[in-house]
Nanobody, 117 residues
Framework: VQLQASGGGLVQAGGSLKLSCSASGSIFNSNTMAWSRQYPGKSREPVASITTGGLASYVDSVEGRFTISRDNAKNSVYLQMNSLEPEDTAEYYC????????????WGQGTLVTVSS
């Protein structure tokens, strides 16, 4: 496993969680990283991404509530999730953007986030 996500759990609406992902150096150092989420029966979709230079972007549904960051010394990427809503309940995955295939690539298990109302 080259992308290890952790930090999920059960939280009440309005609460916070911080997800962590450790990656091998060969993946982390050269690629844009992202957090994606997957609802049951749906495809995974990136919700936040961060370039090697630290430029972050978000989908509208999490803008202002989620913050993605990366620690280059630890080959790790994080997702701070605040003001969580029941609609954020999903499996969250760490990914990197493979410039060869031009696709988000997932090499590990996700972590489940459950937000109760």
């Amino acid at each position: 496993v080259q992308l290890q996500a952790s930090g999920g759990g059960l939280v009440q609406a309005g609460g916070s969680l911080k997800l962590s992902c450790s990656a091998s150096g060969s993946i982390f150092n050269s690629n844009t990283m992202a957090w994606s989420r997957q609802y049951p029966g749906k495809s995974r979709e990136p919700v936040a991404s961060i370039t090697t230079g630290g430029l972050a972007s978000y989908v509208d549904s999490v803008e202002g509530r989620f913050t993605i960051s990366r620690d280059n010394a630890k080959n790790s990427v994080y997702l701070q999730m605040n003001s969580l809503e029941p609609e954020d309940t999903a499996e969250y995955y760490c990914a990197f953007y493979d410039t060869n295939t031009r696709e988000w690539t997932y090499w590990g298990q996700g972590t489940l986030v459950t937000v109760s109302s």
